[in-house]
């Protein structure tokens, strides 16, 4: 029996390990009910790929009074949904993989975990924010950028977000990717002259499936628009609150402009409290100077807008991992 503090500070992990999910999820994909001492967590997980007759797959976890405590129990949980006629969805796998991740975390927290995992075992489609608007909606949002990376498939092959963004006479530049506390991050960014180059790199981005199943890809902007003899800026949270703002206030900051900097985190079930927020900025700094970009310090004018050109390019997103 917990002492009445240790199960308030148990509690209290496991509320905000909730708070994370829905943030991650948004709430129309993540419902929540108590249950006495113990918390129901239901998930809807998508809709498995190449098999149009499938349910949307429904994870159901029973977390008991000490979760997640060191020594808990291994929560509870159903799935639904699952057609467990496909060989490749194997039951005694399935429990298998949730219980070898529960005993990996040792008294951390493996709701996350458990949900990615399962995505990348049944072949789901990955859900995001944006993916859970359009599915509740049946639109596809703004029009004026939903078809602009439509050329990707070319004879049946996809091509990488790199050459995708070649196609548009961009170059994406890709930070090393680092953990931690278990959360991986890593920067992305390109130059741009124009908004709408901005939305392409974004959507660029998004067509590799690891950017896809981050948690949060949080960007910003900075461009003067010669065509329409402005300057724009915009940033996006992707559900990391204020992430996005303060990326706009990094570039700002260090006098850059006519780029566009995305920040991807997959997070490892380790909530890292206000201090993520530093090691998002810092993930974008890193490349930002890496890059010759930081004009404060390096005194940055039009003979250096090459110097992109001389550091290092990782050669593709899959091989960052």
Not at 44 to 62: F, P, Q
Request: one cysteine or more; a negative charge; proline letters at 4%.
């Amino acid at each position: 029996m917990e002492e009445p503090q240790e199960q308030e500070s148990i509690t209290a992990r496991r509320n905000e390990e909730v708070e994370s999910l829905l943030l991650i999820y948004t709430e129309d994909l993540v419902k929540v009910m108590q249950q006495g001492d113990e918390y129901l967590v239901e998930i809807k997980l998508g809709k498995a790929e190449n098999d149009e007759n499938s349910r949307t797959v429904v994870l159901k976890i029973y977390l008991p009074p000490s979760y997640p405590s060191p020594g808990a129990e291994m929560p509870c949980f159903e799935l639904r949904g699952i057609n467990w006629s496909n060989p490749m969805h194997d039951q005694a796998h399935i429990y298998d993989g949730l219980r070898d991740i529960f005993h990996n975390q040792a008294g951390e927290v493996i709701l996350f975990p458990w949900c990615e995992w399962l995505k990348e075992e049944l072949h789901l489609l990955p859900i995001t924010h944006s993916t859970a608007a359009e599915e509740g909606s049946g639109e596809k949002g703004d029009n004026h950028d939903s078809h602009d990376c439509e050329h990707i498939i070319n004879n049946g092959s996809v091509l990488t977000p790199q050459a995708a963004a070649r196609r548009h006479g961009l170059e994406l530049i890709h930070g090393v990717p680092f953990t931690e506390r278990k959360s991986t991050f890593q920067a992305h960014l390109a130059r741009i002259t124009t908004e709408k180059d901005a939305r392409t790199v974004i959507e660029c981005l998004l067509l590799d499936r690891k950017i896809q199943r981050a948690s949060h890809n949080m960007y910003a902007f900075r461009v003067f628009d010669v065509k329409k003899q402005a300057q724009v800026n915009d940033n996006d949270d992707d559900g990391e609150n204020a992430a996005g703002g303060k990326l706009a206030e990094l570039i700002a900051v260090m006098g850059v402009n006519n780029v566009v900097i995305v920040v991807s985190r997959w997070w490892g079930g380790v909530l890292l409290g206000p201090s993520r927020f530093r090691v998002i900025n810092n993930t974008a700094r890193q490349l930002l100077e890496q890059c010759g970009m930081d004009r404060k310090e390096r005194g940055m004018g039009k003979e250096e807008e090459g110097a992109g050109h001389h550091h290092r390019r990782l050669k593709g997103v899959n091989g960052c991992k």
